[in-house]
């Protein structure tokens, strides 16, 4: 999860008003605008967990529940989109079953979750260190109500693992040389490996362990 930047309004959401309309009256066609400017804002990945959803395995999910919040179900700062996996993100958001106050959870368009969470080498999400307990609870909220960790845990490091070695072998050429001479080339290598990597999925998990901001 990393932070979003939302576009203009998709036109055809003017279309449709809260109390003479529901979700199930949205056009294909419509909703293939609205992806549009979904993957605008947040490229092919699942705006939750960063999981590759170009497959077509993949939903316009409302931040606030459509059920709860039926006022919001066609504005368009609630609608990411997300994988459609029943154990993770917008469908384990929405399970009946789970209880949570919808403002402790991290909202990617608003805020940057980064300050909150950081990504570690075995491929697990945590709340990053030093934050206040209100800031931790969010962070950690966030990680239970998305179910971040879990299968996708696996799923994620496989997709790190060769990053890690490479961040290594960085490591290993700063202990070796005096900053002068190691500071220059991994900086221009971190950039480097930051623009090839930044549209990828779980980009932001191979950022951090490239950079270290995990123990």
Same mark, same amino acid.
């Given at each position: 999860?990393?932070?979003?930047?939302?576009?203009?309004? !998709?036109?055809? /959401?003017?279309?449709?008003?809260?109390?003479?309309?529901?979700?199930?009256? *949205?056009? %294909? &066609? $419509?909703?293939?605008?609205?992806?549009?400017?979904?993957?605008?804002?947040?490229?092919?990945?699942?705006?939750?967990?960063?999981?590759?959803?170009?497959?077509?395995?993949?939903?316009?999910?409302?931040?606030?529940?459509?059920?709860?919040?039926?006022?919001?179900?066609?504005?368009?700062?609630?609608?990411?989109?997300?994988?459609?996996?029943?154990?993770?993100?917008?469908?384990?958001?929405?399970?009946?079953?789970?209880?949570?106050? !919808?403002?402790? /959870?991290?909202?990617?368009?608003?805020?940057?979750?980064?300050?909150?969470? *950081?990504? %570690? &080498? $075995?491929?697990?999400?945590?709340?990053?260190?030093?934050?206040?307990?209100?800031?931790?609870?969010?962070?950690?909220?966030?990680?239970?109500?998305?179910?971040?960790?879990?299968?996708?845990?696996?799923?994620?490091?496989?997709?790190?693992?060769?990053?890690?070695?490479?961040?290594?072998?960085?490591?290993?050429?700063?202990?070796?040389?005096?900053?002068?001479?190691?500071?220059?080339?991994?900086?221009?290598?971190?950039?480097?490996?930051?623009?090839?990597?930044?549209?990828?999925?779980?980009?932001?998990?191979?950022?951090?362990?490239?950079?270290?901001?995990?123990?």
């Amino acid at each position: 999860m990393h932070q979003l930047q939302r576009n203009t309004s !998709p036109i055809c /959401l003017k279309h449709y008003k809260h109390g003479r309309d529901n979700w199930d009256n *949205v056009t %294909s &066609a $419509d909703k293939a605008d609205i992806w549009v400017e979904l993957e605008a804002m947040q490229g092919k990945r699942c705006a939750y967990c960063e999981i590759d959803i170009s497959n077509g395995d993949k939903q316009i999910e409302h931040f606030h529940q459509k059920g709860r919040n039926p006022q919001l179900t066609f504005q368009w700062g609630n609608l990411f989109g997300s994988c459609k996996n029943k154990d993770r993100c917008g469908d384990h958001k929405d399970h009946p079953k789970l209880t949570y106050q !919808p403002q402790d /959870l991290i909202k990617p368009d608003i805020e940057n979750p980064e300050h909150y969470l *950081v990504f %570690s &080498a $075995d491929g697990s999400v945590r709340p990053r260190e030093g934050l206040s307990p209100a800031e931790e609870n969010r962070a950690s909220e966030t990680i239970r109500i998305f179910n971040l960790n879990g299968a996708l845990k696996q799923i994620r490091f496989s997709e790190i693992q060769g990053y890690v070695q490479y961040a290594e072998e960085l490591a290993e050429m700063a202990n070796q040389h005096p900053a002068k001479e190691w500071l220059p080339l991994v900086t221009a290598s971190l950039e480097k490996e930051r623009i090839a990597t930044k549209d990828l999925p779980f980009a932001t998990a191979i950022w951090h362990v490239l950079t270290r901001q995990s123990p």
